[in-house]
């Protein structure tokens, strides 16, 4: 997407082998950081649960 709008490009039939692996690159890539993402959500938090478990120090 562009600008919030669909683009299509169309490309020479000797490209096509290329691309598609680039594309499927460019996925694998997105669904790796995704799973970076996730991970990072669920220890936020489970820090955020311990952190209230903890019982607070008087000033």
Do not use: Y
Not at 7 to 20: L, S, T
Not at 21 to 34: C, K
Not at 45 to 51: D, I
Request: hydrophobic share 35%.
């Amino acid at each position: 997407m562009s600008r919030g709008q669909k683009r299509v490009e169309r490309i020479p039939a000797g490209w096509v082998e290329q691309v598609q692996r680039r594309v499927q690159a460019g996925h694998e890539f997105q669904d790796a950081l995704r799973e970076v993402h996730t991970a990072n959500a669920e220890l936020f938090v489970l820090g955020r649960q311990r952190q209230a478990r903890r019982p607070r120090k008087a000033p």
